[in-house]
């Protein structure tokens, strides 16, 4: 079918990579044989492109508002009596719906995007314009009001289900499932993951019958991430692999990609897997990079550091996602140098960079004062990311573990008040998570809450003959029940 079209790279990313790209037409290209034919639709799109140009140097909404430019768009191009749709005029005409869709979103008339689209003002071109054309403009302008309002996911959810509501009165399939995957992604955004899983499992069956592999890539994706919100980490991790599988049949774009490794680094750092978690990021890192994509960078570069910082850790201290601390060890720092290359430090350096050395800076410390000090003072860059502020929390107990065995190592009876005090921690908080480290088998002692004292005992080495006689009690019983089960065959025969 001709409106089979392949979806763009990423759901909020389109072939508009600055504003230049769907607001301005060259004459070189929107100009053929009959040049004075469309002279008068690129003079009125020219005045139109300077008019939002001055709103974006300095202009206020109201001022905009009250422009010609919404009039313009749809008498003097849109809807032109001489009915022109050469490939000129075409162009031009896509243009001032891009246009079009801009200026409503700037003054807040959203909601007239739709209309623009489903009614009078698109419709013409529409029908003199091939499926495929009219369904690229459709998600170029959905793409368009994504970026514009990146914020307002109600306007984004309206939009989507008008069109969807649209494509199945005239039976267009193609562009529906294109458009419920947006939807889905935005359900995503919005953390309404039961709705997203349906619409998701209705699309997905549809997209199976057709063996689209390029929607079946994101349709996986975004599976894969809502599951992953749920903590559905089995289903989450089938999801993606069910992605990467779809994805190695087609060519998929370098954001495409770049999304795929950065879940699947994610779901390594789940793991407690910081090393492979690192390599993915990586990857994700340098593709973004190469498309000076610096705001999906720099998260992946977040995410770098952090996983170096705690692998690190791991390997020095004995400290994991699961547990595992390092009473120990005799070494008090990490060696986290060169965590990040000069190179990359000073395109990306800032905030976010230096909240995550100063983590790695406290953490190799095993300074629970100092760890608290910078998760404060750098609020915004860590606690805003939900990645990042999970293994920070996980970090912060096990260094608080780390911190109280080292403390309580050299004795066999101590206060809990003066651990507390060595701490610096409320006696409160210090007494619940002692009694939680026993329960998890952390040390060995007893908590005498009477006298406020913590008794410790020495680690003591498993009974070895206990352990082989069990292991002979096992061998002779399972000797026994061969003999039973051959003199139960012998008595039948």
């Known amino acids: 079918m001709t409106e089979d079209v392949q979806m763009e790279e990423s759901p909020n990313t389109s072939a508009q990579e600055d504003d230049t790209d769907y607001v301005m037409v060259h004459k070189s290209d929107a100009m053929d044989d009959d040049e004075e034919d469309v002279a008068d639709l690129q003079s009125s799109l020219d005045a139109t492109v300077e008019l939002i140009k001055k709103h974006q140097l300095g202009g206020t909404v109201q001022e905009l508002a009250h422009t010609d430019v919404a009039k313009v768009l749809i008498s003097d191009i849109l809807g032109e009596e001489q009915c022109r749709y050469s490939a000129a005029a075409v162009a031009i005409k896509e243009q001032a719906i891009y246009n079009l869709t801009k200026f409503y979103s700037l003054t807040g008339a959203s909601e007239e995007v739709v209309g623009m689209l489903t009614g009078e003002v698109c419709g013409e071109l529409f029908k003199n314009v091939t499926k495929a054309k009219c369904a690229r403009v459709i998600r170029q302008v959905l793409d368009l009001v994504c970026d514009l309002l990146p914020d307002n996911l109600a306007v984004q959810e309206v939009i989507c289900r008008q069109i969807i509501e649209w494509c199945t009165e005239r039976k267009r399939s193609f562009l529906r499932q294109r458009v419920e995957a947006k939807l889905a992604t935005v359900l995503y955004v919005k953390e309404e993951y039961v709705d997203a899983l349906k619409l998701i499992d209705s699309l997905l069956t549809q997209l199976k019958k057709l063996d689209d592999k390029q929607l079946l890539v994101e349709t996986h994706l975004i599976e894969s991430k809502v599951h992953f919100a749920l903590h559905g980490f089995q289903k989450s991790k089938a999801a993606l692999t069910a992605s990467r599988t779809a994805a190695n049949s087609i060519y998929v774009g370098p954001r495409m990609q770049a999304s795929i490794d950065l879940m699947s680094g994610t779901l390594h750092c789940e793991e407690g897997d910081y090393d492979t978690a690192h390599s993915y990021f990586l ?201 039973f089960a051959r003199s139960q065959i012998l008595r039948t025969v």
Not at 413 to 426: D, Y
């Open 283 to 483: 990857e994700a890192f340098e593709q973004l990079d190469q498309l000076d994509d610096t705001e999906r960078a720099l998260p992946c570069l977040k995410y770098m550091m952090l996983c170096k910082t705690l692998d690190a850790l791991g390997r020095a201290l004995k400290i994991s996602a699961i547990g595992g601390i390092g009473a120990k060890t005799t070494k008090k720092d990490v060696d986290l140098g060169n965590i990040i290359s000069p190179k990359q430090s000073l395109k990306y350096g800032g905030a976010d960079v230096d909240a995550m050395y100063a983590i790695a800076k406290a953490a190799s410390r095993r300074s629970l004062e100092e760890f608290e000090s910078v998760t404060n003072q750098y609020l915004k860059e860590l606690q805003d990311d939900m990645l990042i502020k999970h293994h920070l929390k996980i970090l912060h107990e096990q260094l608080l573990e780390s911190n109280l065995i080292r403390i309580i190592e050299p004795y066999s009876c101590v206060e809990m008040q003066h651990v507390a005090n060595l701490i610096n921690m409320p006696l409160n908080t210090v007494e619940k998570k002692l009694s939680q480290m026993i329960l998890d088998g952390k040390f060995r002692g007893i908590l005498d809450q009477g006298k406020g004292q913590l008794h410790v005992y020495e680690e003591t080495s498993g009974d070895i003959a206990m352990e082989k006689g069990l292991e002979v009690i096992s061998n002779m019983d399972a000797v026994v029940t061969s003999l």
